[in-house]
């Protein structure tokens, strides 16, 4: 495997984690919404975490398929 692979592997790894942790902070912040749903600090916090969210959905998929295309490069020489 090259070293690019092994890149995108660990990016792939990264970004994953990261999404984990901001799962959990955007469960947290729902559970303090129920208490004090008018809360503006917690909306933004809300809107702040779904957006840091899709973009690193987004760096996954990015991750995915530049794996993909590097094994299958590999598999070609």
Do not use: F, G, V
Request: net charge negative; hydrophobic share 25%.
């Amino acid at each position: 495997m090259t070293k690019p692979c092994n890149l995108y592997k660990s990016q792939y790894n990264k970004a994953t984690e990261t999404l984990k942790t901001l799962l959990k902070q955007r469960e947290e912040i729902d559970s303090k919404l129920k208490i004090n749903p008018i809360s503006s600090d917690l909306h933004k916090d809300l809107r702040t975490i779904n957006l840091e969210i899709k973009i690193t959905n987004n760096e996954i998929e990015q991750a995915e398929s530049d794996i993909l295309e590097c094994e299958s490069t590999e598999n070609l020489s």
